[in-house]
């Protein structure tokens, strides 16, 4: 059985963390992030494909305790209210399917609104002057905001704990980049808040179901395999191109290391399933990022979705 991060982690976590080695360079895992209750990028995806992805992505952003409802434009009202109750869809989704025993698997993406101040959408660096630095003083009114929307997002997991379901758990994502509150002081202190969190959901919370996901290709900035499960990214190409994503696994293996499982955590255009076949190179998973993304036609055509979806290299419902 491969090493885990939390050396307390669930039978199921450590069967999941199993799953995506043994899938790497063999396989690769089909995923969608899905924004809404209604997931009509599955719905879609069935429709053109007849198959449902092995993985699916959901959304916490609405679940923020932190929601300035005062002063949100409608976007981000529209996004909070289609956001409520993905976590109970996620929940009867995984136990219908059994992720308990790894026949699907599910991750969380959480657009996280600052947990002190801020305006609409203030994951967003430019909308909070929430400074993420503060948060690494203890006692100050960011450290304490911090762990206390810690503990109301637990009590979710908490849920998946209690029925046996692992979780992808993917937080600080993109932390490479200053757009989002998290990274605005760089990834390195994005990495101190991931370990934060990550001792305190394995030590106080013991959210064993979790399987740990980093998210950053910045050398300076890697938490340590002991913190780490799978190590990610997240691609958006200014142009589409049938790729396998080699440039992108290559700099991610050199900022991290080769010792922990890689995946797409988020894509905009899907890898071609042709030349990761070939190449071998050793993606676990891919995910694409939700609406338009997954449905426009463009992006990815009816006829990609369908080629790589009949693939034998790829793993589906």
Same mark, same amino acid.
């Given at each position: 059985m491969i090493s885990v991060a939390n050396k307390n982690a669930s039978e199921e976590a450590r069967k999941l963390v199993q799953f995506l080695y043994d899938c790497a360079g063999k396989k690769i895992i089909t995923g969608q992030h899905t924004q809404t209750n209604p997931m009509e990028e599955i719905s879609y995806i069935k429709s053109v494909t007849g198959h449902e992805p092995f993985l699916r992505g959901f959304e916490l952003l609405g679940y923020s305790p932190n929601i300035n409802y005062d002063d949100a434009d409608e976007a981000c009202l529209i996004e909070v209210e289609e956001n409520k109750g993905t976590a109970e869809t996620a929940l009867a989704w995984a136990k219908e399917n059994n992720a308990s025993d790894i026949k699907c698997m599910l991750t969380f993406s959480f657009h996280w609104f600052s947990p002190v101040g801020g305006r609409d959408k203030s994951f967003y660096a430019k909308n909070t002057d929430f400074d993420p630095e503060k948060v690494l003083v203890d006692g100050s009114p960011e450290n304490r905001a911090f762990y206390s929307d810690m503990d109301h997002i637990s009590e979710i997991l908490e849920k998946f704990k209690q029925e046996k379901i692992p979780i992808l758990w993917r937080p600080f994502h993109e932390s490479y980049g200053t757009w989002f509150w998290w990274g605005r002081k760089g990834p390195e202190v994005a990495c101190k808040l991931y370990r934060m969190m990550f001792d305190y959901y394995v030590y106080e919370k013991h959210l064993d179901n979790l399987v740990w996901v980093w998210n950053c290709d910045v050398a300076s900035a890697y938490p340590g395999d002991e913190y780490v499960d799978v190590?990610?990214?997240? !691609?958006?190409?200014?142009?589409?191109?049938?790729?396998?994503?080699?440039?992108?696994?290559?700099?991610? *293996?050199?900022?991290?290391?080769?010792?922990? *499982?890689?995946?797409?955590?988020? !894509?905009?255009?899907?890898?071609?399933?042709?030349? !990761?076949? *070939?190449?071998? *190179?050793?993606?676990a998973y891919y995910m694409t990022w939700s609406k338009e993304f997954a449905m426009d036609g463009v992006r990815n055509t009816k006829d990609e979705l369908s080629h790589m979806y009949s693939s034998d290299y790829s793993v589906k419902l």
């Open positions: 190590n990610s990214i997240d !691609v958006y190409l200014e142009e589409k191109k049938a790729t396998d994503y080699k440039t992108e696994y290559e700099k991610l *293996v050199g900022a991290c290391g080769k010792n922990k *499982v890689c995946a797409l955590a988020e !894509v905009g255009y899907n890898p071609d399933v042709d030349l !990761v076949e *070939v190449s071998k *190179v050793p993606w």
